[in-house]
C-alpha cells in the first residue's frame, strides 16, 4: 500500500530545519505485514530528542530512514502468528522490541534485548525484514517503528495493547517519554515514599520523571533546567523546588533544597556537563541516573575517591528499565487516576507537513512535547 512518511535522507543538515528541509514527506511503498508482524494506521506521533539525534547525526542510522519512534495507533491487520491482537485494537509502540528468548530477556531486562539492539541498528524489523520502498530504493526503519508517518509495519513485539478509552495522542507519549522517565525512577532507581529526587533536563522525559517521582512519595522533588517556561511548568506539576541550571550555584542550591544533596538525582539533558553537575548534587550514600544520549565519545570524569568512599551509585537508565507489557499498561492506570498527569506534558498538535518546524522548536527547547496528529 502506498502512504505518507516523513523520510531522512542524509544526517547533519543545517538549522534551522524549517529552511534545510531534512525530513522530505514523500509516498513510500509499505509491505503487508510478514509472520509476527502488525499493520498499523497511526494516530499520533510524539516529537522525542531522540529522533533530532538521527537528523543531526549524532546518533548514526543507516540511511534513507523513514523515523519517528513514539506513536500510538489503530491494528488494521495482523501477519500470520499474531493471534493476540486483531483490527481495531489500539496499540503503543515501544522502540525497543524483544525477542523474549535472548539472555537479558530471560532475565527479565527485555529494554537491553540483544536482537531486538541488533535489529534497530540495521533499521530492519525484529523478524529481519524490511517493509518500505520507494521504487527499488530500500527505506529503512527506526527503531522498529518509523511512526512518522500514516500507517506503520512493525514487529509484534514492538507493541502494547491497550483500553480504548484513553485519547491515542495522550498514549502516544507512553511510549518513550513515560516508559524511560517514568521507568527511570520506578524501576533503575526505586525511589521510596520519603525520599528526595532532583530532576536535571526537563524534556518530556525528565518532566514525566518528576511526575513519576510525585507518584512514588518522594519528600522532594527538584527541577533543573535552563527555561523558565519548563521551570514553571514542573512546579506547576508539583515540584517543591525548581533551580536555573545557568545559576553560577545551581548544585549548591539544589543540594540546600534536597538536605545536602538528593537521594537521587536523574540526569535527561543529554550532556556531559549536566550528568557531571548531577553527580555534584548527589548526597553521600546516593544515585545518580542517566538516561540522556550525549554524543557517543562524551566521557563522565568522576572523582574516584568520592565514587569510594562516599559509596556513592552511578547508573544507567534504558527505557527505564521497563518492561512493557506490564510498564505501559500500569503507567496508564496511574493516568486515569489523575497520579501521572502526562497530557500537560504536550506542547500542542502539528501535522505532518510540519514537522522540520517542530524539530527547530524542540531543540531550541520552545517546546516539551510536540506531537504530530493524524487523527484531524
Same mark, same amino acid.
Given at each position: 500500500?502506498?502512504?505518507?512518511?516523513?523520510?531522512?535522507?542524509?544526517?547533519?543538515?543545517?538549522?534551522?530545519?524549517?529552511?534545510?528541509?531534512?525530513?522530505?514527506?514523500?509516498? #513510500?511503498?509499505?509491505?503487508? !505485514? *510478514?509472520?509476527?508482524? +502488525?499493520? /498499523?494506521?497511526?494516530?499520533?506521533? $510524539?516529537? =522525542?530528542?531522540?529522533?533530532?539525534?538521527?537528523?543531526?547525526?549524532?546518533?548514526?542510522?543507516?540511511?534513507?530512514?523513514?523515523?519517528?519512534?513514539?506513536?500510538?495507533?489503530?491494528?488494521?491487520?495482523?501477519?500470520?502468528? #499474531?493471534?493476540?491482537?486483531? !483490527? *481495531?485494537?489500539?496499540? +503503543?509502540? /515501544?522502540?525497543?522490541?524483544?525477542? $523474549?528468548? =535472548?539472555?537479558?530477556?530471560?532475565?527479565?531486562?527485555?529494554?537491553?534485548?540483544?536482537?531486538?539492539?541488533?535489529?534497530?541498528?540495521?533499521?530492519?524489523?525484529?523478524?529481519?525484514?524490511?517493509?518500505?520502498?520507494?521504487?527499488?530504493?530500500?527505506?529503512?526503519?527506526?527503531?522498529?517503528?518509523?511512526?512518522?508517518?500514516?500507517?506503520?509495519?512493525?514487529?509484534?513485539?514492538?507493541?502494547?495493547?491497550?483500553?480504548?478509552?484513553?485519547?491515542?495522542?495522550?498514549?502516544?507519549?507512553?511510549?518513550?517519554?513515560?516508559?524511560?522517565?517514568?521507568?527511570?525512577?520506578?524501576?533503575?532507581?526505586?525511589?521510596?515514599?520519603?525520599?528526595?529526587?532532583?530532576?536535571?533536563?526537563?524534556?518530556?522525559?525528565?518532566?514525566?520523571?518528576?511526575?513519576?517521582?510525585?507518584?512514588?512519595?518522594?519528600?522532594?522533588?527538584?527541577?533543573?533546567?535552563?527555561?523558565?517556561?519548563?521551570?514553571?511548568?514542573?512546579?506547576?506539576?508539583?515540584?517543591?523546588?525548581?533551580?536555573?541550571?545557568?545559576?553560577?550555584?545551581?548544585?549548591?542550591?539544589?543540594?540546600?533544597?534536597?538536605?545536602?544533596?538528593?537521594?537521587?538525582?536523574?540526569?535527561?539533558?543529554?550532556?556531559?556537563?549536566?550528568?557531571?553537575?548531577?553527580?555534584?548534587?548527589?548526597?553521600?550514600?546516593?544515585?545518580?541516573?542517566?538516561?540522556?544520549?550525549?554524543?557517543?565519545?562524551?566521557?563522565?570524569?568522576?572523582?574516584?575517591?568520592?565514587?569510594?568512599?562516599?559509596?556513592?551509585?552511578?547508573?544507567?537508565?534504558?527505557?527505564?528499565?521497563?518492561?512493557?507489557?506490564?510498564?505501559?499498561?500500569?503507567?496508564?492506570?496511574?493516568?486515569?487516576?489523575?497520579?501521572?498527569?502526562?497530557?500537560?506534558?504536550?506542547?500542542?498538535?502539528?501535522?505532518?507537513?510540519?514537522?522540520?518546524?517542530?524539530?527547530?522548536?524542540?531543540?531550541?527547547?520552545?517546546?516539551?512535547?510536540?506531537?504530530?496528529?493524524?487523527?484531524?
Amino acid at each position: 500500500m502506498k502512504i505518507k512518511a516523513a523520510v531522512l535522507r542524509s544526517m547533519g543538515a543545517q538549522m534551522p530545519y524549517a529552511q534545510s528541509q531534512p525530513l522530505h514527506i514523500e509516498e #513510500v511503498e509499505l509491505d503487508r !505485514p *510478514g509472520r509476527d508482524e +502488525v499493520l /498499523v494506521k497511526i494516530a499520533a506521533a $510524539g516529537l =522525542c530528542h531522540s529522533d533530532l539525534s538521527v537528523i543531526n547525526g549524532s546518533r548514526p542510522r543507516p540511511m534513507p530512514m523513514a523515523i519517528g519512534h513514539e506513536a500510538a495507533g489503530v491494528v488494521v491487520e495482523a501477519g500470520d502468528g #499474531v493471534d493476540d491482537l486483531k !483490527p *481495531g485494537d489500539h496499540v +503503543v509502540m /515501544v522502540f525497543m522490541p524483544s525477542c $523474549g528468548h =535472548c539472555q537479558p530477556c530471560s532475565q527479565g531486562r527485555p529494554a537491553l534485548c540483544e536482537p531486538g539492539a541488533v535489529a534497530n541498528g540495521k533499521g530492519e524489523l525484529l523478524t529481519g525484514a524490511i517493509r518500505l520502498h520507494e521504487g527499488e530504493e530500500t527505506i529503512h526503519h527506526h527503531l522498529g517503528c518509523s511512526a512518522f508517518a500514516d500507517h506503520a509495519v512493525v514487529s509484534r513485539r514492538s507493541l502494547v495493547r491497550i483500553d480504548k478509552d484513553i485519547p491515542l495522542d495522550v498514549a502516544a507519549l507512553f511510549g518513550c517519554a513515560v516508559l524511560t522517565g517514568v521507568g527511570a525512577v520506578v524501576n533503575t532507581a526505586r525511589v521510596q515514599a520519603g525520599e528526595t529526587v532532583a530532576v536535571v533536563g526537563l524534556g518530556g522525559v525528565g518532566l514525566a520523571a518528576v511526575l513519576g517521582a510525585l507518584a512514588a512519595g518522594a519528600a522532594r522533588v527538584v527541577a533543573v533546567d535552563l527555561s523558565p517556561e519548563k521551570l514553571q511548568l514542573a512546579k506547576d506539576l508539583g515540584a517543591t523546588g525548581v533551580v536555573d541550571a545557568r545559576a553560577p550555584d545551581a548544585i549548591e542550591q539544589v543540594r540546600a533544597l534536597t538536605g545536602d544533596g538528593a537521594d537521587f538525582v536523574f540526569e535527561f539533558a543529554g550532556s556531559a556537563r549536566a550528568l557531571e553537575n548531577a553527580y555534584k548534587m548527589t548526597k553521600r550514600g546516593g544515585t545518580t541516573v542517566t538516561a540522556g544520549l550525549p554524543p557517543p565519545d562524551a566521557v563522565l570524569p568522576v572523582n574516584i575517591v568520592s565514587l569510594v568512599a562516599e559509596e556513592r551509585t552511578v547508573k544507567g537508565s534504558y527505557i527505564g528499565t521497563c518492561v512493557p507489557v506490564r510498564d505501559v499498561p500500569r503507567y496508564i492506570e496511574l493516568y486515569k487516576a489523575g497520579r501521572l498527569p502526562v497530557d500537560r506534558l504536550m506542547s500542542g498538535r502539528i501535522p505532518l507537513e510540519d514537522i522540520n518546524e517542530g524539530f527547530d522548536r524542540l531543540h531550541d527547547g520552545s517546546v516539551v512535547r510536540l506531537v504530530v496528529d493524524f487523527q484531524s
